[in-house]
């Protein structure tokens, strides 16, 4: 639960405060070279919060011995953990460090990406399935759907 608090709020701030911020027109010429300098630093703490959310969600699965509840449809909320926990491993692990790079050179050589539009939308949705996810989760692992 802490490193889930840490990476979640983490991806609530960057949506909800960092982004707006920077896309304001005071901001606009540096906004990339910013939003990048401050992601990174979070993306790092990030990757350790994914590590160890899988290492300890997977321990309370061998711990519960809970393998069988991914074959039922009233733990739906166990399929969601997963795939918000591999949207975000594939973000931040394969997306970002071996796609995403080249964006900063794609501005260097004139290519703008003008408004953190399209990072604002993609951090939106990315926001509202984890926050849904949580959702489900506590309902879930207290009883709400059996
Ligand atoms: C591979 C990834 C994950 C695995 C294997 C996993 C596994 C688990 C397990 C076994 C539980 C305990 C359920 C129970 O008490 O019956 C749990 C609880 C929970 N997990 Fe995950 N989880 C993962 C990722 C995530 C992610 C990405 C989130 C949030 C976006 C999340 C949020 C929660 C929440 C909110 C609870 C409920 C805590 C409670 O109210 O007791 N988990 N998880």
């Known amino acids: ?3 889930v608090v840490i990476w979640i709020g983490g991806v609530t701030f960057v949506t909800l405060v960092l982004i707006p911020t920077l896309r304001r027109s005071y901001f606009r010429i540096d906004q990339l070279t910013i939003f990048n300098s401050i992601e990174n630093r979070f993306a790092s703490i990030a990757r350790v919060m994914v590590l160890l959310a899988g290492i300890s969600g997977f ?9 069988d509840r991914f074959t039922q449809i009233q733990f739906f ?3 969601a953990m997963v795939f918000a926990w591999c949207l975000f491993f594939l973000a931040l692990f394969v997306i970002e460090p071996f796609i995403l790079k080249n964006h900063g050179r794609m ?4 290519h703008s990406i003008t408004d953190l539009k399209k990072t604002y939308i993609a951090h939106s949705v990315i926001l509202v399935l984890s926050l849904l996810t949580i959702l489900v989760s506590v309902l879930g692992a207290h009883g709400f759907f059996y």
């Open 77 to 79: 909320w166990m399929h």
């Open 59 to 67: 321990y309370m699965i061998y711990k519960l011995d809970a393998w």
């Open 1 to 3: 639960m802490l490193s």
């Open 107 to 110: 501005v260097k050589n004139g």
